[in-house]
């Protein structure tokens, strides 16, 4: 079965989807709706943008859903999944590609998911890290430990786990598991604790706009964070992509399952290789590619 794989926050680059706009007149439409939902020539940032322009809030979200949700519609005919998943972000790109959310409402709902996500950083000083080497089992029980906010938020591959929380309580987890033998415990140079309960204003902020947006009935089944299994009611998806924000994103165990329930050829669809490198890691019997225009 063929499953596509769509990238979270960290793919962006400079220059990024504008072969797509160059050479494909339904590209050039959609981005420039983008623009006007937007509000702004998000066009402008992501083609010809710095490293530090691409990485302000209201643009790194939006970029890299446009590029992914993008290419997946230029694939036309030759798009044909038979199961979906998105890391984090990645998700509402993944919900746009099987028909649960139209490509406006999508641009609409990551917008807001950023603006809220920067202010809830901007509420607390907060922040994540990336630990290499330990199994997660290890990595939870440090964390259950610790006084203060920090917890398993990313489950990236066997061996690598982000966790998310208050600096103070980060700085002694990583202290704490490299004394474990973590083989790396390194602060990551984000703006907040992403995937923990420290994003609840956040969560509040876009339940609202969720709810008041029309999920419809998937093509295919969405392989959902929060969950690791597939999805496919609307309601179901609704109440998931909400708790996503304050709940861990379990990437092992969702592709872990796609590949139980017959997953074999796995496309990454949009910006970067994050996903197929990680793909490796999870399990090498299946195929991991970049989708190829």
Request: proline fraction near 4%; include cysteine; charged fraction near 20%.
């Amino acid at each position: 079965m063929k499953a596509y794989i769509f990238p979270g926050q960290g793919a962006q680059f400079s220059g990024m989807g504008l072969d797509l706009y160059e050479n494909y007149p339904l590209a050039q439409e959609l981005f420039e709706k983008a623009n006007e939902i937007l509000g702004f020539a998000i066009t402008d940032i992501m083609f010809e943008g710095t490293a530090d322009e691409l990485k302000q809030t209201k643009v790194t979200q939006p970029a890299i859903f446009l590029h992914s949700v993008i290419l997946a519609k230029v694939l036309g005919d030759d798009f044909k999944p038979e199961m979906v998943a998105g890391h984090s972000l990645g998700e509402l790109s993944a919900l746009v590609a099987n028909g649960v959310l139209t490509f406006e409402d999508g641009l609409k709902l990551v917008s807001k998911r950023a603006l809220a996500m920067q202010k809830a950083c901007e509420a607390q000083e907060s922040t994540m890290a990336a630990v290499l080497g330990l199994d997660d089992n290890v990595v939870e029980e440090i964390c259950e430990s610790i006084d203060g906010v920090v917890v398993a938020a990313n489950y990236n591959c066997p061996g690598q786990l982000v966790i998310s929380g208050e600096i103070a309580a980060i700085d002694k987890a990583c202290e704490l598991l490299l004394e474990k033998g973590a083989r790396r415990a390194l602060k990551l140079p984000v703006g907040g604790a992403f995937h923990s309960p420290l994003m609840a204003p956040a969560r509040e902020e876009l339940a609202e706009a969720i709810k008041n947006t029309t999920f419809s009935k998937p093509t295919c089944p969405v392989y959902q964070n929060v969950v690791a299994k597939a999805v496919t009611k609307p309601e179901e998806i609704k109440e998931n992509l909400i708790a996503q924000l304050t709940a861990p994103v379990r990437w092992t165990q969702c592709v872990q399952a796609m590949v139980a329930d017959g997953g074999t050829e796995f496309i990454e669809v949009g910006p970067g290789k994050v996903l197929q490198g990680l793909m490796r890691k999870i399990d090498r019997t299946v195929s991991a590619s970049g989708a190829a225009v």
